[in-house]
């Protein structure tokens, strides 16, 4: 009788502690999202890269140069095509988020996700702004250092607010990004490979790992 209370006792601990950490952690990330991210960042690095073939963007080359005193409409055309390629992908993410909170009867904008959201938030304007300034001043090869950095802070922050296996994520793009550091005219091939290879990768594992039927 005792072993039979003391089980039930147990199997209560873990339900409490499985309430708690969903209330705490923001658990309605679905694997597709990373699959879909990945995919749009390389089809925008795809993109990229036909028009570093043409004559004229030719000329930005492959460490993407650029300054205020030539800041043409081709280098303009690379900055729109970050902001759709990034705007779509945020799209998807949403899209995949909010299809699997609904599925596990949860609100999508929580204490938790907005918890995420904020630590995400910061390290990603931070890493805008100095984007933008590096195309500004001429410096537009460190922009895909910048942007895997910037971006792998953000994901270290915000794993303590959903899956900790994002941090993971974070961290290689940190690792990737101060690489690219050392390879200024292969910023695209490493852009690629942060947020298009890894996205898909990790994407895979989540779904796998936590919502097959996600």
């Known amino acids: 009788m005792q072993e039979v209370n003391k ?55 492959s460490t993407f140069y650029a300054s205020a005193e030539h800041f043409d409409r ?26 699997k909170a609904s599925r596990m009867g949860q609100k999508i904008w929580n204490s938790a996700s907005r918890l995420m959201v904020e630590q995400l938030f910061y390290p990603i304007f931070g890493g805008s702004v100095f984007c933008f300034m590096f195309i ?28 900790s296996d994002i941090r993971y994520l974070g961290m290689l793009d940190v690792t990737l990004g101060c ?9 695209l091939i490493f852009w690629g490979l942060g947020f298009g290879v890894l996205h898909i990768l990790y994407g895979i594992m989540m779904w796998s790992k936590y919502d097959k039927i996600g």
């Open 7 to 61: 089980d039930e006792s147990l199997e209560a601990l873990r339900e409490i502690r499985s309430i708690m950490d969903r209330s705490s952690r923001f658990v309605s990330l679905s694997g597709w999202s990373g699959i879909w991210a990945g995919s749009v960042a390389i089809a925008g690095a795809a993109i990229a890269w036909s028009w570093l073939q043409q004559p004229g963007y030719s000329d930005i080359g």
């Open 74 to 99: 081709y280098t303009i055309n690379f900055i729109w095509l970050g902001i759709a390629t990034f705007a779509i992908a945020l799209a998807g993410v949403f899209f995949f988020t909010w299809r």
């Open 136 to 163: 500004y001043y001429g410096v537009g090869m460190f922009v895909a250092p910048t942007c895997l950095v910037f971006y792998g802070l953000a994901l270290i922050s915000a794993g303590r607010h959903t899956y």
């Open 179 to 187: 690489t690219a550091m050392f390879f200024p005219g292969s910023g």
